[in-house]
């Protein structure tokens, strides 16, 4: 048996962070992963994710706007850009909630019409008359990247990371927890799980019940010309967003779409979903070809409230910053969940 200060379950997004934050704070960690990283079948995967400020809630433009210096001093530290600021576009019903949280943390924005939309971000095509929130600190979180970075650092600064381990039971003891996998066993003052959709079965095993569905949602990509594309997400039921995402087109995305699905089950692409986006294109984007260029599935862990799970049991820190809205987050989530596993 393997003794540490702490074990993180899951190498998606929020265990990489996580493992980076505890090795930071001068702990031993270990990161265990079932699969390689970078693998399909989570959340995590993919060469893009959007960010943005803009939020109905207060809170999560100020979450954003402490995330996205923390994802400078990442991009810092790792040589590489992994936000690429584009500015963002809302629309829908409900829009000047957006503007009003956004104003109450101080942070820009601009209401403009369709026409100017056209104007500026030319493949976009709204009705001139729109109403259209524009945010200039959006952008695109390079996902795959972002992952590699947590990693790399989480390395430099002493983490083992074990890819292709899953961990088969939780045994809490009085002053530890027992990690089991077919590889060996691991001892830490705490472990984190951050398993994404599989983070429910895992913890029910040890009478923690996550009050999570999880489901399996389809994105597709466009071929377009994106150099003058930004974020996009047109609110509504249900909303649907778009980004650039560099080598592969504008990636469309339906938000809460997809059917309730086990992540060990195989991941068929949603037909109809792809259908709905092709039209959605087609309506709000000029020369773009209505056909995708390719789509694929991911996995978003939902809480009822599209709220995140952060909390501690007993010595077990549990992670679920899903709902298809987390990926921004990392860098501050890695860091508060490495906090609850130290204190
Ligand atoms: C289609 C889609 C679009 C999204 N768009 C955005 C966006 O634009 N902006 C945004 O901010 N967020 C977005 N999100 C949300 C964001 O991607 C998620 O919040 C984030 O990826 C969750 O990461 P995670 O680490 O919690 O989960 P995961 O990435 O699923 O990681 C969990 C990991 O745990 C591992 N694991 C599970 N069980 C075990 C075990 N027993 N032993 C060892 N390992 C185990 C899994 O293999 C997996 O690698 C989107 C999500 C999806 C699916």
């Known amino acids: ?105 101080g942070a820009g ?24 929130l524009f945010q200039p600190d959006s952008g695109v979180i390079y996902a795959d990247a972002a992952i590699a970075s947590f990693v790399t650092s989480a390395m430099d600064a002493g983490a083992d990371v074990i890819e292709e381990r899953q961990v088969i039971s939780i045994e809490p003891h009085a002053r530890s927890v027992i990690v089991r996998t077919p590889g060996g066993d691991f001892e830490g003052d705490s472990i984190v799980v951050t398993a994404g959709p599989w983070a429910k079965k895992l913890l029910a095993t040890i009478e923690i019940d996550l009050p999570v569905r999880p489901t399996r949602e389809t994105v597709a990509y466009f071929d377009c010309d994106t150099s003058s594309v930004p974020t996009f997400v047109e609110w509504g039921s249900p909303s649907v967003y778009s980004l650039p995402s560099p080598g592969q087109g504008l990636k469309v995305g339906e938000h809460i779409a997809g059917p309730v699905a086990d992540p060990d089950s195989d991941q068929p692409v949603d037909a109809q979903s792809v259908q709905r986006m092709s039209e959605w294109v087609t309506e709000r984007f000029t020369g773009v070809d209505a056909e995708p260029r390719f789509s694929e599935t991911c996995f978003y862990t939902n809480t009822k409230d599209e709220h995140f799970i952060l909390e501690r049991h007993g010595d077990i820190v549990v992670g679920s910053p899903c709902s298809g809205h987390g990926f921004k987050f990392a860098p501050l989530i890695g860091r508060r969940l490495a906090e609850f596993a130290v204190d």
Do not use: C
């Open 109 to 132: 924005y601009e209401w403009i019409d369709g026409s100017t939309v056209r104007d500026r971000f030319p493949p976009l095509s709204l009705p001139a008359d729109a109403e259209v």
């Open 1 to 105: 048996m393997k003794r540490v200060d702490h074990v993180v379950v899951g190498g998606g997004i929020m265990g990489s962070a996580t493992t980076r934050a505890l090795s930071k704070l001068g702990k031993k960690v270990v990161l265990l992963e079932q699969f390689r990283l970078g693998h399909k079948r989570g959340s995590s995967h993919g060469r893009t994710r959007i960010f943005r400020f803009s939020y109905p809630d207060a809170m999560y433009v100020a979450m954003a706007q402490e995330s996205l210096e923390l994802w400078r001093d990442l991009e810092r530290e790792a040589g590489t850009e992994l936000v690429h600021t584009t500015g963002g576009l809302d629309i829908g019903p409900r829009v000047a909630e957006n503007a009003r949280a956004l104003e109450e943390r």
